[in-house]
């Protein structure tokens, strides 16, 4: 794969996945993500909560989102100084992704409240053919948002 052939000379540089637009390809992406930091030396801990960050925004793209043109998704992550970035961009859908207000019975609308809680940073780009969603786990995060 390319992006393997580029971390071997840019630990930094950017991996990315395109998913089919089905739950059956969001193990392989996290284990991707798992087994990548894992090889990169980042913290079991940032690990640990990217992956739940990945999951959370994948799940949130297939259940509130249109597939990119292609009919997948993108799935995308970079290291620098541990600190790690991922992001999820799909097809757009017919609202912002926003936390969901507290509900105590409430069985969804948990995901982005999660990625809040874990994420130093969080935010959401509008494009013209989609959407993404990134978060910034581990330390400050290097994107500028304003």
Do not use: F, Y
Request: net charge positive.
């Amino acid at each position: 794969m390319a992006d393997e052939a580029i971390r071997l000379t840019d630990p930094e540089a950017p991996r990315t996945i395109r998913m089919p637009w089905t739950a059956q390809g969001a193990p392989q992406v996290r284990r991707a993500l798992v087994e990548d930091l894992t090889a990169l030396g980042v913290s079991g801990e940032v690990i640990d909560e990217a992956e739940i960050v990945v999951a959370e925004l994948v799940s949130n793209s297939l259940r509130h989102a249109r597939p990119l043109s292609d009919g997948c998704l993108r799935v995308r992550w970079k290291t620098k100084g541990g600190v790690v970035e991922v992001e999820v961009a799909d097809g757009g859908g017919p609202s912002t992704p926003r936390p969901a207000p507290p509900a105590l019975w409430s069985s969804s609308g948990r995901g982005l409240r999660i990625v809040r809680s874990l994420a130093h940073e969080w935010g959401v780009h509008e494009e013209k053919h989609g959407r993404t969603v990134w978060a910034s786990l581990g330390g400050p995060s290097r994107r500028r948002t304003h």
